[in-house]
């Protein structure tokens, strides 16, 4: 079946240091995967998105995001936190025809 | 500027009453799709929809119906809320259909059934 781990529920980091939200997934075929971001009381915007090529992918906001098929793993990662980055973050894997989403990584930034 | 709306933001209301959240975009995207979030928990796709006159229902069972009779607007209509409908529930657009592309989400509706 389908679906995708974000094992890490809450996160805290200070502002400045390096992030790592991590995403593992199920998928029988080529995944076509994507991570979004949420503010309290918003929607979903799109940090950045993989289909196929390089397996390391640059999005929006400073993010990157590593594919690893060996490991069903598409971890988000960020060189230097900063505190607007405090939000809700999901993982999602495109299949035929839905998107199938994490449960998602809250990330609070301390000062 | 191409966005998605939904209205009402938040809505507080007793059981039984009839709803519709309403959902709209400018996006010029046949696919449309609803969510819904619990707090903490992954999105549930309720209802899609491929182009007017289409819509299907989604993974997780849902008492709501949806229409789409024009490519913009994809309404979801509760007839008679119950306290378990009490969800935010989120609208998203698409370019291309299912999990193959990109969705763009609307801002949510924050429903609350007493």
């Known amino acids: 079946a389908q679906s995708v781990t974000q094992p890490d529920i809450h996160i805290t980091v200070s502002e400045g240091a390096s992030l790592e939200l991590r995403c593992n997934y199920s998928?029988?075929?080529?995944?076509?995967l994507f991570w979004y971001v949420q503010s309290p009381g918003q929607g979903l915007q799109l940090l950045l998105k993989?289909?196929?090529?390089?397996?390391l992918v640059q999005g929006i906001k400073g993010f990157e995001a590593e594919f690893k098929r060996s490991q069903s793993s598409f971890n988000l990662r960020k060189p230097s936190v900063h505190w607007s980055d405090a939000a809700e973050y999901f993982c999602?894997?495109?299949?035929?025809?839905?998107?199938?989403f994490g449960a998602g990584t809250r990330l609070a930034v301390h000062p | 500027e191409a966005d998605i709306y939904q209205t009402p933001r938040y809505l507080v209301i007793g059981t039984g009453k009839k709803i519709t959240l309403e959902c709209s975009q400018t996006?010029?995207?046949?696919?449309m799709y609803w969510y819904q979030q619990d707090p903490g928990m992954e999105l549930h796709l309720i209802h899609y929809?491929?182009?007017?006159?289409?819509?299907e229902k989604g993974d997780l069972s849902s008492e709501s119906t949806v229409s789409r009779i024009r490519t913009e607007h994809f309404p979801l209509t509760l007839e008679s809320a119950r306290p378990s409908h009490t969800s935010q529930y989120l609208c998203?657009?698409?370019?291309?259909?299912?999990?193959?592309?990109?969705?763009?989400f609307g801002p949510g509706t924050r429903l609350t059934v007493l």
């Open positions: 998203a657009s698409s370019a291309i259909a299912g999990g193959r592309g990109e969705q763009f």
């Open positions: 998928y029988g075929a080529t995944p076509y």
């Open positions: 993989y289909f196929s090529g390089d397996t």
């Open positions: 999602a894997v495109g299949g035929y025809n839905k998107l199938i």
């Open positions: 996006m010029g995207h046949d696919k």
């Open positions: 929809s491929y182009g007017v006159n289409s819509t």
